[in-house]
Each structure stands twice: as C-alpha cells, then as structure tokens.
C-alpha cells in the first residue's frame, strides 16, 4: 500500500528533501507549517518537503477508535506492552520506498533527511535502524523506540555514524522523558550508533517549541550542508 502525501516542492531547483511523519490522530497538516516556514528563507529553497499521511485504522487503546496511526498501540503509556510489530515494520517499508522515489526522482539518499513527531518519530527511527542506503539525518520528535522486535534481523550498518537529532520536553506526560533517554541509550549502546544527539527541553510538554524549531532549521541547513 502506498502513502498518500503532502508534497511542497522546492521554490527553485530541489538538492535535497525532508520528509516528516505526523504523530498519532494527526495529519500531514499537521507540520505543512514547517516548509511554509522555512521556505521563506533563502538557504531552504531548495529542499523539497514530504508529508506522509498514515492510515486510518482502528486504535485497539482507544475501543477500537479509527484514527490515524502508522501502527497499533494496546496500550497507551506503557513501553513494555504488547507491540504490533507487523504494523510497525510495515510503515517502515512504506517510508523506505517513499525514500526510494525520491532517489528516483533525482535527489541522493545523502541529501534526504527523514523525520517525526511522537510516533512518526519513532517510525524516522525504525528507517535509520534499518534502511540499507545513506541518509543525510534523522529528526526525532517527542518520540521514543519500543519496536525491539525484529530490529536484529532488519539492522543495517549504513546509518550508523548518521547525525541522528532527537528533542524532548521534560514534562512530556505522553511520552515520559526517561523514554527518550532510555532510546538513547538504547541507539547508542546496545545498536552502535554514534552520533546520537538527545536535547532536553525544560518545560516542554508533548509538542514543540520555538528552540526546539530553530535547532531543528540548523540541523536542516547543517547536514544538507545549505547556504
């Protein structure tokens, strides 16, 4: 199955695209605001903006409620609950190929940074665990990693030294700090990642913030090396 997309395309001649996944309930929409933002600024002309819309499917934690969602959840605010791995690995897959287009349509896995918020972050995670070509960077948003099934089997070394930039608020009450830091850890010591970068937000809850914002435009400009 294939994604339906929001896509902003570079005002001038693309060089490079970001693709963010929306959190879980939300939309595309949700983060047009971003390209809307940054193309309004020279250095950021040229990058193309990607905005997957997850499936609508029944939310087992919510009665069975059809919501947006790139996998299941059974039950909320736990992360040592049942995982639905299929679902997971399947949005995965479906971001790997997004990815694939682009490289299709001329831009460079190097020049392509993938992102999220809550769990479309947890998703950007996943693809760097496991996609097999070079990415320029990965945003995690309020998100954390629980999916530890299967990783072994899907573990690619590829990104492994690629600048993985993951913000958090510490007063987060949906995604509890200590998560963030746990998948951290997790990426750093358990999986080899080496370039891991958790930024703490004081005061943050489960959204974002205009530090957040500006650190999030300079990793942009930064790893897609913009003027």
Not at 78 to 84: E, G, H, I, M, T
Not at 95 to 114: H, P
Not at 118 to 127: C, D, H, N
Request: proline content about 4%; some cysteine; overall charge negative.
């Amino acid at each position: 199955m294939s994604l339906n997309t929001l896509r902003v395309n570079a005002p001038i001649k693309a060089t490079s695209t970001v693709i963010i996944l929306h959190g879980l309930g939300d939309s595309a929409d949700g983060w047009r605001f971003l390209s809307d933002l940054l193309h309004q600024y020279e250095q950021f002309k040229t990058v193309n903006f990607i905005f997957p819309n997850a499936p609508i499917k029944p939310l087992s934690c919510a009665g069975g409620q059809r919501m947006s969602q790139w996998f299941d959840i059974f039950d909320m605010g736990n992360p040592n609950a049942r995982q639905d791995e299929v679902g997971y690995w399947g949005s995965v897959s479906r971001i790997n190929n997004l990815i694939e287009d682009e490289t299709n349509n001329g831009i460079d896995s190097s020049k392509i940074i993938i992102g999220g918020f809550s769990q479309g972050a947890s998703v950007s995670l996943g693809v760097a665990a496991s996609y097999e070509k070079k990415l320029a960077g990965v945003l995690c948003l309020s998100g954390f990693f629980g999916m530890k099934q299967g990783i072994t089997s899907r573990l690619k070394d590829t990104n492994k030294n690629t600048p993985i930039f993951h913000g958090h608020g510490d007063l987060d009450p949906v995604i509890n700090i200590n998560w963030a830091r746990a998948t951290a850890k997790y990426f750093k010591n358990d999986l080899g990642f080496s370039n891991y970068d958790l930024q703490e937000y004081p005061g943050m809850a489960h959204s974002t913030c205009n530090e957040e914002i500006s650190e999030i435009a300079e990793f942009i400009t930064a790893k897609l090396s913009l003027k």
